[in-house]
Structure formats: C-alpha cells, structure tokens
C-alpha cells in the first residue's frame, strides 16, 4: 500500500534516443505517477531495479512512443541500469543531496576538508548531481580557489571513488601528457621503450573527448584497447606493460564526469587538472610517474609562467600521495608528428618503431626523451646514460619487438587502415612556414572524419622554419568519403592560417 | 553549393516531446546532416528559420519517429522557432559565444564592466548558453564575489535584454515581495487599496515555480491574467492599475533563465537577487517600489542581519537606477494568510476585500501596512495619515469596488473554485502552537495538487501561539482526487513536525 503510493512500478522500454552521457526517462503525459509524483518535465527522478539506481531528467511524450504502464529509458540509462525490455523499474522522488551542502559552501567561499570532499566525489560518482551542480563544483574550484591541501583531497576522493589497481613490483612506471598537442603520440614508443628494458608500466589511455585522436584510438587502429582490469593485469603480467583503453577500467571515475563538464565550460582549472591526472595513476597503481607537460601559444600550457605554475602543484600533490615524478617541459609550439587522426599517427609510431626513413625526426626525439626520463626516473640506468640507452633500445628493434608482443598479448597486432580520399594541399606562393596553428589543425582533422573514422585526418609535409617554393606540398588530407574531404576543404578556405608562411628573407 | 554543405535544410515536425524549457533537437541517426556536420548527441545545434533561430541540444533516434528530411523539435524549441509542421529549417554548428570568456573571467575572480555584463546578459537571452554555462555564471556571481557596482551593472543589463514600459504619470508604485513565505498574498489587497487612492501600479507578478501559488496563479482563479503589454496597458490606462502575469510580457527575460538555475542550485545569490527584482520593477516602468521582506527561520532572509545586508544592496542600486525603495522588513516566521493554494489564497483575499468575519487578521493586518507604505512612498498621504487611510479605504468597499474593477478590465470576475476532497487533521494532544514551518506547509500543500489544481492545498486552522485541545483542527487539506490528499497525508504522517505543539504551561 504505501509501496503502492511512493513508488510506482513501471515495465522498462529502450526507445532508442541516444543522449550520449544524459540519463533520461520518458513517460507519458498521462501517466499515473508522474501526476502522483508530481514530476515534471525535466524534474530528476530516481529510476531504480532491484540491483541498481540511477538518477534520470524526466522527459514527457505526448506522442505514442510508449504504451501505459511503461517507462522509456534512453540509451546511457538503459546501459547505466543493466536492464532488460519489460524488467520492473520503480521510481522515486530521488532522495536528498546531501553533498549540495558542502557544494554550496565551496561556492561560497568555504574551504572543504577531506570527508566533505569524500561525499562531494561520492555523490557525483552516484549520480546524484545533475549538469548544473557539476558546473557549479568546477567553478567553484576555478580560479585559484583550491588550496593544496584541497587538492590533496579532491585527489584522494577521487581516487576512493573508483577501484585501485596494485602491483607486487617497484617501481611501477607510468607516463602522462598534459594534452593540446596534435600527433603528439609518444605513449606506445615510451611504452615500448621501457618495457623493453624491463620496466613495469601498465599504461591506460584515453580516447578523443575533443581532440582528433587520443592515444586510445590510434591504438586501436592496430590492436584490441578494451581490456578490463582482469585482462590488463593478465598482459602486464605477461610482458610488463599495456597500451590499453582506461575508460574500459574504472580507475577514477569521478574524473570522468568532471572532465566532460570542464570541457563543455573550457575551464582550464588547474587545481582540478592535477587532481584528475594524478589521481587516474594512484588509482592505476602507479608510483613513478613522467609528466610531459608541451608549452605553446595553441598548447594547453601557453607560458613558461604557466607551466611553473602547475609543476608546483603537481609536485606538492605528488609528494602528499607518495608519487615521483619527473616533470618534462617541452616544445608545444607546433604538431609533434606527422599525421594527426588515429590511423595517421599510428603508422607514425610504427615508422619510429620499425626505424623506418619515413619516421617523423621530431616524434622519434620526443619519444626518446621521454623514455629517457622514465628510465631515469626508474632508478636502474647510470645518471647520464638514459638516452643513449633508450636509443640503443629503438634502434636495435627491442622496442618494436615488444610493442609488437604487447599488441599479441591484447588480441593481436594489424596494421592501421587507409583512407580511400586524398586531397593535397599546396603552398599558394614561396616562403618560410611561420607557425602551424595546433587547434586549428586538429578542427581540420575533425572535420576530415577523425576520431570516427579511424583512417581520417591529415598528413602535415612541412614543420615551421621550413622553406617551401610555390606549389610545394603543405599536408595530404584523408578521408573515408568525398563530402568530408570537401568539408575539411570548406574549412581550410576559410581558415587558410592553419598553417601561415612568411616571405622568405 | 556552399549553402547545401554548411546549412542542412530539413522539414520541422513536432515530436511531442515536453522537455520544459530546453529546446531539444531530434535527428535520425542516418541522418546526413547529422554526420556530414559531425553533430553528435547533445551537442549544441541552431536551428533557424527565416525570421528566428535557437540553439538547442541534439539528441539522436534510433526509432522511426522521424522520416528522412525531418527534423525534431522538443515543445519549447517549437514554440519558440514559432514554426508550423512541414516548415523548412536550417541546421548550422551555433556560432561562438564570444561572451562565454567574460563568464570564465568571473569565474577566475576579474571585476566585469558593464559593456561584459550587457554582452553576457545578451547572449543568456538569445539561448546560447547552456545549462553548465548558466550554472557556472551564478556559481562565479554568488558567495559575495559580485561588488555593488557590478550588481549595477547586471541589473543595468537586465533591463537592457527586454521590453521596456514607459507611463505618462509619476510617481508609479510597486511592491514586491522577497518570497518565501506561504499564503503571503497580500499583493491583490495592496493595489486594489493603493489604485482606489488614485495612484498608478500596473503590477506583474510571477506564477510557482516551487511553491505552491505564486501571485498570478491565485489572480487566475478569479480572472485572466496573461495580458500582452497592450492590453496591460489598456487595463492601467483605464483602472490605474492592474494584477497580470509578468510572463505574458517580455520584461527582464534573463531574470527567468537565470532565476531557473538559482533554484535548481538553490544558490541564494544576494547580487543576484536584487538584479532580478529591480530589474523586473525598472523594466515595468515603476519609480517607487515597496519591499515586502518577511524574515524567519524558514523564510527566504532568515536573520535580520541577513535582511540589513539585502536591505542595504538594494538601496545602493535602487540609488543607481533611479528608483526609491522603501523595505518593510515583517514576521516570517509563519505563514501569513490561512490558505496555501491558489484558490484558497484567492478565498482569503477575498474575505479581506469584502471586510468579511472569516478574513485572516494577519493577512489584512500585513495588506494594510504595506499598502500604508506605498501611499506613504507615493507622498501623496500626510506622514503618520498612511495606515488610517488605507483602512478607511479598504473598510469603506473602495478597494474592493476597485479590484473587482481591475478582474472586469481583465476579462471579468469570478469566484474561486472549490476543491472536491478534504481532510482534517487534528491535534492528537493538547498543547500551545510552538512552529509552522513555511517550507513543510507549502510542501504538503503542493502535494495535495497545488498550483496545478488550482483548488488544491491546505486552510490553517491555527496561528503559533494558539492554544489547542485534543482533537481540535489544526488544518484542512484541499486536494482534487482521494489519491492526492491521500499523498499528502502521507507527508503529514512522514513529517508530523509542519506543526509542532508544546504541552501548555
């Protein structure tokens, strides 16, 4: 009876609206319970099996999508519940926030200690917060309003959220790039790298949010990248390293759902930046980790300043979690690589790897100097001897070796595909290239079909300083159909400082 | 060529789907646009016609509703396009939102001028922010981080983004109360007594939006209230005054985007309530205005040191604006009339007008103070003459004559309906009334059904301070069906506290 009355029961439809990460539930405008209940469209509605419960937007039909007595859920509440056409759902008023309080109070200017910052992540884990208090967290904790020591527990909140790997080794290798930098795929070759020398590094990476390919992605183009943990830990075990996806883990999940909302706000929040790389390598067990941090006017990091600035916070948090790290500041004023779109870097690693001529120099060196500081970091090469050793490890084809025994160990090797469309970009007149424009570069790779298409993208023939005479080749653009060819195309005439030359002098 | 690469024309159909404000677009997953424009679900889409166009959020369908060429369109996105089924619309990636940087600004802690606040106010009115945008705006504006010269300048802006009345008459009088307080219906009183003294107050008041009755929903029951700005002003021009809904005309739009987020962060923004109120009353063309600000533990302002702190943010911009405030800063600490509930407000109103026995004191005792600060602000009354006046006004027929005036300019008077169910609830012991809460009160009474049926809600019975006996009624609840007053019964039985009683010493 009081069952009856606060929690009606319902039959669950998939309805097929896909609304990526959003749960939503959809009932009719006739139906019993939303009237009872008194949810309205939009209202939050805590949609719940006899295992599982998630909080959904409600949207209502009037049209005959659904018949009475049943609840449409879309595609991310269907996979969210685990559910089965016609399973029983209930629904409920969803229960009190607690956490909100403790939100408000970091809006308001309040410093939060640990268990504030465990319930706030728990909550969000959950579901519980909807997109509004998600953006309302991150603001509230942009702009230098994150103490240390609330980093420090934003990043072990973070870090209890999810599961935690750990491993019977020391030291426990892993390596992270800040990002904002196409074709700047060194992960597999520092992977291969120190794995070959016997170094463990159970790399998770993740795949394009924004961006025309995470590493991810390229390395699907050429093996299995969605190991869960079990399976990770069965290739580590094995060859000492992965290159697998992280978000088929569960290694901070809050990260995950914080991450989607910076984006949508492109909040560059430093405190939450750290927080979210440092807290993915605690969870995946990592102890010793290389940060390649690019600076540059279109890199994430666009100052010196900056990039000071974040290294300090990384260090202290670092220190608070028992972390090494070693921090790389590097050239992120252009493209590292040649080809930027999964399967175009891809065979960029694999040109590094195999020490073919066609190896972009620039990706090979960075690779290199990265792996050097893992090795170094390490602790098992002479001070001074970890470049020359990561080097003799690329060129005596060691690293290929293992790269290759990794890629059998997730599933197989394959080579990455290639696009059916080309179109070739030439210099309109003589001159030196002046700058290459990151953002701008990778749009264009979006706009050719990348990440989707894993053979889409673009092919850059030239780095700044070089010298080109008229009609010479600037970049190849591929993709999988005429139409996407011509909206790369549509984009680059409007956009033509994609890549722009001075006149030579 | 161009055009049919950028701009995918597509037939309008509305899909039934009511997603309350949010203009949601709905695209096949084999639709061209949809991949050749990389759309993906929930990104931002704007959809034009000729003459309009919004930003609404995609989501995709993997069920037949939508042939091929169609394009989806949520309730809100159709009515607010204003197009007809069949119409041609044109989808575009939505062009950027060059103030979305002023928002970060303020989230990174900058002072906006007033050419930022007028570009981001601009773009919330045209529908280009998102949800997370709106969010992280209020967020970066709470907690004190807005200085009176920016509360300024955002109420500047406010006024800026809607229609503007201007009256051939001074002084314009209005009121306003800061909320929070159920059955507080003392506006239809206050100018039915101020416009029979013969002052202008062309007054718009807003429905529920949580609580169970806004002003214009209780105005509903007994007349129409949804005037357009034409015949608002046909009603004042004829009666002096008026009693309409503020969302028929189109003041101050920003105010109801932003007021929807505050509420769903339950941010009680200072800064932002006092652009939201002052915006709406320089909008209508009002000078004076009398603040209603009922302080109490579960009131809106629960301290009076927190009413001396708005008090003194609304005076400075008052300043600024031009307008003179008067605040009454009253009791919150219980509701006021005995009704909570549109129609049972209306009923309550009505007895004050009418002189009849059943009128609520508080309610008619609170009308009149209010009302004595208008005539009093309007300084047409001689000091110390304000309170007598408006008695004399109100018990001599005046102001009811005139407010049933006011409902005949309107479209014509009615009595309020009456509900078909009710409950009485009685004191299981005895006892002195020692606390209603407001918020439990308006929650009981918006599970009974109000403000969705009009009729539905509570009647007190009782004041704090009343002395009861064992079985005397300590309130009615109204409800349009068994099953809603059987709802709220089970909230009474769940939070027995609305009402608490104290053994009488």
Excluded at 54 to 63: D, G, K, Q, R
Excluded at 88 to 105: E, F, G, N, Q, Y
Excluded at 386 to 397: E, K, N, P, Q, V
């Amino acid at each position: 009876m009081n069952d009856a009355n606060h929690r009606l029961r319902l039959r669950a439809v998939r309805v097929g609206i896909d609304t990526r990460h959003e749960p939503v539930l959809f009932l009719r405008r006739d139906s019993e319970v939303a009237r009872s209940e008194g949810f309205d469209a939009m209202s939050q509605v805590q949609v719940a099996t006899d295992s599982r419960s998630i909080i959904a937007t409600l949207m209502i039909l009037e049209t005959e999508l659904l018949s009475e007595g049943q609840a449409g859920l879309s595609d991310a509440a269907w996979r969210r519940l685990r559910v089965e056409d016609g399973d029983t759902v209930i629904l409920h008023h969803p229960p009190p926030v607690d956490s909100l309080a403790d939100m408000r109070a970091k809006v308001y200017g309040a410093q939060l200690n640990a268990a504030q910052f465990n319930d706030v992540i728990r909550d969000i884990v959950a579901g519980r917060y909807m997109d509004v208090h998600l953006a309302a967290f991150v603001a509230a904790c942009s702009g230098g309003r994150l103490s240390r020591q609330e980093i420090v527990h934003l990043t072990t909140a973070m870090v209890a959220s999810g599961e935690r790997l750990s491993w019977d080794v020391e030291p426990v290798m892993d390596k992270h790039s800040v990002g904002g930098l196409p074709g700047n795929r060194t992960t597999p070759i520092v992977v291969a790298i120190a794995v070959a020398d016997g170094l463990t590094m159970p790399k998770t990476s993740s795949r394009a949010i924004t961006s025309p390919a995470g590493t991810a992605d390229t390395m699907e183009t050429m093996t299995r990248v969605d190991l869960g943990l079990t399976e990770m830990r069965r290739v580590v075990e094995r060859e000492g390293g992965c290159l697998a996806w992280g978000g088929a883990a569960t290694l901070s999940p809050a990260d995950d759902i914080l991450i989607r909302v910076e984006r949508a706000l492109d909040l560059d929040s430093e405190g939450q930046l750290v927080a979210s790389v440092l807290s993915k390598k605690v969870a995946a067990g990592s102890t010793r980790v290389v940060i390649d941090m690019p600076v540059g006017p279109t890199a994430k990091v666009r100052s010196l300043a900056a990039a000071e600035r974040l290294s300090g916070y990384l260090g202290a948090v670092g220190d608070a979690l028992g972390l090494a790290l070693h921090i790389d500041v590097g050239d992120g004023s252009e493209p590292i690589g040649r080809g930027i779109g999964p399967a175009l870097e891809a065979r960029d690693v694999l040109a590094v790897l195999r020490g073919e001529k066609s190896a972009p120099p620039a990706l090979r060196q960075r690779a290199l100097q990265l792996a050097a500081g893992v090795l170094n970091l390490a602790g098992t090469t002479a001070p001074g001897e970890a470049m020359a050793r990561a080097t003799s490890i690329l060129d005596s084809g060691r690293a290929w070796e293992r790269f290759r025994r990794i890629c059998e160990a997730q599933g197989g090797f394959r080579e990455p595909p290639r696009a059916t469309c080309h179109h070739e970009l030439r210099a309109g007149c003589p001159g030196r290239v002046k700058t290459i424009d990151n953002r701008k570069a990778a749009r264009l790779a979006k706009l050719a079909g990348a990440p989707a298409d894993k053979a889409a993208g673009l092919d850059l023939a030239v780095r700044r300083g070089d010298t080109v005479a008229r009609g010479d080749l600037l970049m190849t653009l591929h993709a999988d159909s005429p139409g996407e060819l011509e909206y790369a195309l549509d984009y680059f005439r409007a956009h033509p400082d994609v890549i722009t030359l001075a006149a030579d002098s």
